[in-house]
């Protein structure tokens, strides 16, 4: 993960996977040149689904060498940490929102190695992350509501959000990536990337293409 905040990341969501296959899925990502796999994790509490816990991610580790991105949509994240470190996460992201402290979070998120990750929902204003941004390797700024995929891009919610978040790291001098999760395509790629996202997941865009690696490398190059 040493990419910089300047570079294009694309991190296929394994949500959008075929489950029953997953290992031959992680594979398939890894051969068509994804820069990370993001792994959405999902208590039925925080967000109105559930996906999967740490068993998954220790499942997925050994068929990829490419860094495991996870995203807990937990009430309390900081009580399932240990767990998501120990099945081989590379970077794990938490929700300002949830019922924590975030700061205390984070801080054992990075002592354990791995990068720090702040997530906000479209309907949180920017200032509520401003005061960790500090803290983090990357800010995620969901551009759906999150729990389910195939919803629509959320342009006029979020983007002016990615454009502040920009704004400030520039003014700071930080060098945290911003990354867009939700209706991510090859058409609306463009439009967060203009705002100044450089780490973009997707599921079905590319997880349901035939051929991954070409829908990897347009996403990678459209501008």
């Known amino acids: 993960m040493n990419q910089t905040c300047h570079d294009r990341i694309i991190a296929p969501s394994v949500l959008a996977s075929d489950w029953g296959r997953v290992a031959e899925e992680v594979k398939r990502a890894t051969e068509a040149g994804a820069d990370w796999l993001h792994l959405d994790a ?7 689904n559930i996906s999967f816990g740490p068993q998954f991610v220790s499942a997925i580790r050994p068929h990829t060498n490419l860094p495991l991105d996870v995203h807990l949509m937990l009430t309390h994240p900081q009580n399932y940490l240990e767990a ?3 099945a081989g996460s590379d970077q794990i992201t938490v929700h300002v929102e949830a019922e924590h402290d975030v700061s205390t979070t984070l801080k054992q998120i990075r002592d354990a190695g791995l990068k720090t990750g702040l997530a906000l929902n479209p309907a949180t204003p920017i200032d509520d992350v401003m005061p960790y941004l500090n ?13 389910f995929g195939g919803q629509s891009f959320m342009e006029n919610e979020t983007m002016p959000k990615v454009s502040a978040a920009r704004a400030m790291r520039e003014a700071q001098g930080l060098d945290f990536h911003i990354q867009v999760d ?18 973009m997941v ?10 991954m690696a070409a829908a990897v490398e347009g996403m990678r190059g459209a501008d």
């Open 42 to 48: 999902m208590d039925g509490h925080f967000v109105k």
């Open 84 to 86: 998501f470190i120990k």
């Open 135 to 147: 803290e983090i390797d990357l800010l995620l700024v969901m551009t759906v509501v999150p729990g």
């Open 182 to 199: 939700g209706g991510i395509d090859a058409q609306t790629v463009k439009i967060a990337g203009a705002n100044g996202a450089n780490v």
């Open 202 to 211: 997707a599921g079905t865009a590319l997880f349901a293409q035939d051929d």
